[in-house]
């Protein structure tokens, strides 16, 4: 094999399925030559079959990191533990790794996993130690039926560049736009299209996967997928859908601390947001609580925020690597910069509130502001670069973002409202935000279920966070709790009501928000990647 010194190289593999005989051999040398630990794979094969007993057929696919040109893993990685080699090898430093789970979020292809020794995120790695010295990697000699050719598909005299040019192949997932760099001849299509064949339930050939995410096939007799995309269509003549019986584990990697995250930075971003909008409308900044009291409670919420960033963190101990080590391209890191910033702004405020500096006091006012939308919304280009999660790629996402923050920031408001003589001017501001807020949440919701989704997986997605296992979080949790009970207390407190019901509407308005992104978060995890 030619080696990575000897100039300009594009790596990738062909797993040629019409030899395949799903022995495993790849599997077993993937695991031996890297110490890949029990319960995760680096490489694996998966089984698909068709038909009624006694005519059945199985099928096999070899999954594994694509080795993507366009390789998203890379571009969202905030602490660049995963990088792209000159000879188009997607590689990966544990040392750097901070656990964040965003790259398993960011592949198409399910190709990362968590090792539970390291807590790093692993995956294969072309056996770069071989290549480096002239060897292949360990699955394409060991395969006893030569099903796996790897070597540079730039080099137009090698057998898989001459295989490319020559034969019909087909790439998981080409619509991500990913570039991906491993083919498959002669592969089944519900192989590699996960949403093509039911879920495995019930366990597989030799274990159970009792957190597959396979969503059940969908009997509509009429051969059109359902509406929902929930699943794939029953193929009556042929003894029903096509059935995943083995295949590897891939649990959702995100979940409460992340919904939780959501809501502290929309507080910490919303109060003061809501307190700009008592300011544009005449209210003063002689209090108190507009003077350091806001800048206090959006630290906490602020603090909260980071706490739980870290808290989610597979090494913890390596957060500052995010500030220290940080990858520009990535979100993560972009974010972890506007936190940084916004937090010695809200430090700031408060100590010229404390200290009457009044000149400077307004100017951090307006500083803030900024810096509380950024706050708000950054997350929802972090999950546009989970470039996995069809659903969160959602262009509305960007505003569910800063009208939570409204809602609950006017909320919050109206609960410190409670216990501080708080001026009528500023309640009102806490109202209307919290009412405005809530409204937009409430538009921008009908209209994600009622547009028409581009992809399959955003249809299987929405059909799961809104009428499968997350529906009654969503529409009851996050539309009556988060959305109507807010407005109906915003306009009763606005109508000259006691306060009291304005703080029970904010109260709503923050266990409805997160009621509804948990559901968002859970169900863009949902949909099978492989």
């Not at 790897?150 to 619509?175: C, F, H, Q």
């Amino acid at each position: 094999m030619q080696t990575a010194r000897e100039g300009s190289l594009r790596y990738g593999f062909i797993i040629d399925q019409d030899t395949c005989i799903g022995c495993h051999a790849c599997t077993v040398a993937c695991k031996t030559e890297h110490n890949v630990p029990l319960g995760v794979n680096r490489t694996w094969v998966k089984y698909v079959e068709k038909g009624a007993w006694p005519d059945t057929t199985r099928f096999f696919s070899v999954m594994r990191c694509n080795h993507c040109t366009h390789a998203p893993c890379v571009t969202i990685c905030p602490t660049r533990a995963l990088y792209t080699r000159s000879d188009g090898i997607v590689d990966f430093d544990t040392s750097l790794c901070i656990g964040c789970k965003s790259c398993m979020q960011a592949c198409p292809y399910d190709a990362l996993y968590i090792d539970p020794g390291e807590n790093t995120a692993q995956k294969c790695n072309y056996c770069v130690h071989r290549v480096e010295i002239g060897l292949e990697p360990a699955c394409v000699v060991v395969c006893p039926e030569r099903a796996i050719i790897a070597g540079d598909l730039d080099n137009p005299a090698s057998r898989i560049a001459r295989l490319i040019a020559g034969e019909r192949l087909t790439v998981r997932a080409p619509d991500q736009g990913t570039g991906p760099n491993l083919f498959y001849k002669g592969v089944e299509e519900a192989n590699i299209d996960p949403l093509a064949a039911t879920s495995l339930t019930g366990g597989g050939i030799w274990r159970d996967t009792g957190s597959a995410t396979n969503p059940p096939a969908v009997d509509l007799g009429d051969g059109a997928r359902p509406g929902g995309g929930s699943g794939p269509v029953v193929d009556r003549s042929n003894g029903g859908p096509p059935r995943v019986v083995y295949t590897t584990d891939h649990p959702a990697s995100w979940g409460w601390k992340v919904s939780s995250y959501f809501l502290t930075k929309g507080i910490a971003a919303g109060i003061v947001l809501a307190l700009a909008i008592a300011v544009l409308a005449g209210a003063s900044l002689d209090s108190g609580w507009a003077r350091w009291g806001t800048p206090l409670v959006s630290a906490v919420f602020l603090a909260l925020t980071g706490a739980l960033l870290v808290a989610d963190l597979k090494r913890p101990d390596r957060f500052h690597y995010l500030l220290l080590r940080g990858n520009p391209r990535s979100w993560l890191v972009r974010g972890a910069w506007i936190l940084t910033f916004y937090g010695a702004v809200l430090g700031l405020w408060g100590a010229a509130g404390i200290v009457d500096a009044d000149r400077v006091l307004v100017v951090l006012v307006w500083v803030a502001v900024p810096l509380a939308l950024a706050t708000a919304g950054y997350t929802a280009f972090l999950f546009g670069q989970a470039e996995g999660r069809d659903l969160w790629q959602s262009p509305t996402l960007l505003w569910h973002m800063v009208a939570g923050a409204f809602a609950v920031g006017g909320g919050s408001g109206l609960v410190a409202a409670l216990v501080l003589d708080l001026e009528p001017l500023l309640e009102d501001a806490y109202a209307w935000a919290m009412l405005g807020g809530a409204a937009a949440l409430g538009v921008i919701a009908l209209a994600e279920h009622f547009s028409r989704h581009p992809t399959s997986r955003i249809e299987a997605a929405m059909h799961h966070m809104t009428r499968g296992r997350w529906g009654p979080q969503w529409w009851v949790g996050g539309q009556l709790i988060g959305v109507e009970i807010p407005i109906l207390a915003a306009a009763m407190t606005l109508a000259g009501g006691p306060v009291a019901i304005g703080a029970a509407g904010g109260i709503a308005a923050a266990a409805g928000l997160w009621l509804a992104d948990d559901a968002f978060v859970q169900a863009g995890q949902s949909v099978p990647l492989s």
